[in-house]
C-alpha cells in the first residue's frame, strides 16, 4: 500500500508539473514569419538558441525563465523565435 501511495504521489506531482510548466509564450521556428509577425506588431525578435536535446542550462532557461509568471508580463513585448541545435535528432530543412 505504502508503494502505490508514493507511486501515486510522484505521479500527480509530475502532472501537476508539467502543466504549470506550460508555456504560454508562441515559439516561432521560421525566421521569415517571425519577421512579419514583429514588422506588422512593431516588436523586437527575441531569438533562444539551444541544444534542446543536449543542453542542460537551455532546457533550464526556457523552464524557469521562459515561462515563469513574473516573465509573463515582459512577453508581451517581443515576438519569439525559438532556434535549435539538437544532437539526437536530424533536422528538416
Known amino acids: 500500500m505504502k508503494k502505490f501511495l508514493v507511486i501515486a ?5 509530475s502532472v501537476l508539473m508539467a502543466q504549470k510548466s506550460h508555456s504560454k509564450i508562441k515559439w516561432n521556428t ?4 517571425a519577421q512579419k509577425i514583429a514588422k506588422k ?18 532546457k533550464a532557461l526556457k523552464r ?6 513574473s516573465f ?7 515576438v519569439f523565435m525559438y532556434v535549435n541545435f539538437p544532437r539526437n ?3 528538416v530543412s
Open 41 to 58: 506588431q512593431n516588436k523586437p525578435i527575441l531569438m533562444l538558441f539551444t541544444g534542446s536535446d543536449w543542453c542542460p542550462p537551455c
Open 72 to 78: 509573463e508580463k515582459y512577453a508581451k513585448k517581443f
Open 89 to 91: 535528432k536530424e533536422l
Open 30 to 33: 521560421s525566421f521569415e514569419k
Open 9 to 13: 504521489v510522484l505521479l500527480i506531482s
Open 64 to 69: 524557469e525563465f521562459f515561462n515563469s509568471p
